[in-house]
């Protein structure tokens, strides 16, 4: 009688358990609402600001409901150059070989990067200051259930072009 107990307990419980897994897996796309641009003042108060100026660091604040945000500036992209000219070195593939890079359209290449944020109370967050002034696309990578996932789902955002203003 005790085993038969067993068994149907088992019966009965296996199913929710199965159940609250599959619930787990659905992972929805990640949506990307808006990208903030706060700079803190003497004070130590944050405040939204339109521009950033050259050498003042600011964060960017990605309003998002993904588990992963990064952010790709574009305010840096240096190429090695060959000995003794002005050429780009470039890899066997035909890609620059690059010293640094903050640029999207360099996605995958050695040595260029988004910067990884940190969740705050108002988004995911990172520091950043551009070296010089002009106009910057930046772009915003995120991704629900992280990057060595089956359901790995990466949207890319395409924030906009900032422009930073000189000293």
């Known amino acids: ?3 038969i107990k067993n068994i149907l307990m088992m019966g009965v419980l296996a199913p929710f358990i199965f159940f609250s897994c599959l619930q ?3 992972v929805p796309v990640p949506t990307v609402q808006g990208l903030q641009l706060v700079m803190t003042d003497i004070e130590g108060n944050d405040s939204l600001i339109n521009q950033p100026t050259v050498n003042k660091s600011f964060r960017f604040v990605v309003d998002t409901d993904a588990d992963i945000a990064t952010v790709w500036p574009g305010g840096e992209r ?8 002005e050429t780009d070195s470039l890899d066997m593939f035909g890609h620059p070989v690059l010293i640094v890079s903050d640029y999207y359209m360099d996605y995958g290449l ?5 910067y990884k944020t940190a969740l705050g109370e108002t988004g995911w967050y990172t520091s950043y200051t551009y070296k010089q002034s002009g106009d910057f696309d930046v772009t915003v990578v995120v991704t629900n259930h992280g990057y060595s996932s089956a359901d790995y789902k990466q949207v890319v955002h395409e ?3 900032i ?5």
Request: glycine share 8%; no cysteine.
């Open 1 to 3: 009688m005790k085993k």
């Open 163 to 167: 422009s930073v203003l000189p000293e």
């Open 110 to 114: 050695v040595k260029a990067r988004g």
């Open 159 to 161: 924030a906009g072009t």
């Open 78 to 85: 240096r190429i090695v150059k060959k000995k003794n000219t």
């Open 24 to 26: 787990e897996d659905i």
